[in-house]
């Protein structure tokens, strides 16, 4: 039996949340559970998150996804199931909203995202309802950090409506976008934001000085 997962209390105001709810065609299975030099990518994720959170919980989807014990699973909430990563974003909020002032989230497939980077998203939730980076004029969204009372009610109404794209929500909301000028600190930035989504991408990440 895995052991049970726990952490320090580094921001009680912060529920950190995975992203490992996506049907994952190319990865011939779980991507969530897919090996990264001896971890699975939802490791990889929740240990990244977990300097900078109070709390911890996975996003599912409608999938069951095998969990440590102390994680929260969250299924994704009817009306809205399986209708993609903003989807499990609202699951997010709503769980986050019984106790956590604001939701960082991290999508699975970003293993190499640099840890003080997820602790400046949420620095800019100080004068912004939602934070999150644009890499070579190119947005990540589900790289993210959001006030969870501001931000649940323009997520549920975007769904409920039919609009899935984060972008534009993120965009019309009171935002703080980083671009690569002020994450030079973090470079290089295409190591950083490199994205999972094929068996071949994680063997490319597995070769020696990836």
Not at 96 to 117: F, N, Q, S
Not at 132 to 142: A, I, S, T, V, W
């Amino acid at each position: 039996m895995a052991a049970p997962f726990s952490f320090a209390m580094m921001r009680p105001d912060v529920l950190g949340l995975v992203l490992a709810g996506g049907l994952a065609t190319r990865m011939q299975g779980q991507k969530a559970l897919r090996m990264l030099r001896g971890r699975t990518l939802l490791e990889h994720a929740l240990d990244l998150l977990r300097p900078h959170c109070g709390a911890l919980a996975v996003s599912t989807g409608a999938r069951d996804l095998p969990l440590p014990p102390g994680l929260t699973a969250l299924a994704d909430l009817p009306p809205y199931v399986q209708q993609g990563p903003l989807a499990g974003i609202h699951a997010g909020l709503v769980h986050a909203a019984k106790r956590h002032e604001k939701l960082l989230v991290l999508a699975c497939d970003l293993p190499l995202i640099p840890p003080g980077l997820l602790g400046l998203l949420v620095d800019k939730l100080e004068a912004a309802d939602v934070a999150f980076c644009e890499h070579g004029g190119q947005p990540e969204p589900l790289v993210c950090a959001l006030r969870t009372k501001a931000m649940l009610g323009p997520v549920e109404r975007a769904l409920a409506a039919g609009r899935l794209k984060v972008v534009p929500l993120w965009k019309a909301s009171r935002c703080e976008v980083l671009t690569d000028a002020s994450l030079s600190a973090f470079a290089p930035l295409d190591r950083a934001f490199a994205n999972v989504n094929t068996l071949e991408e994680l063997e490319e990440l597995e070769r020696p000085g990836a």
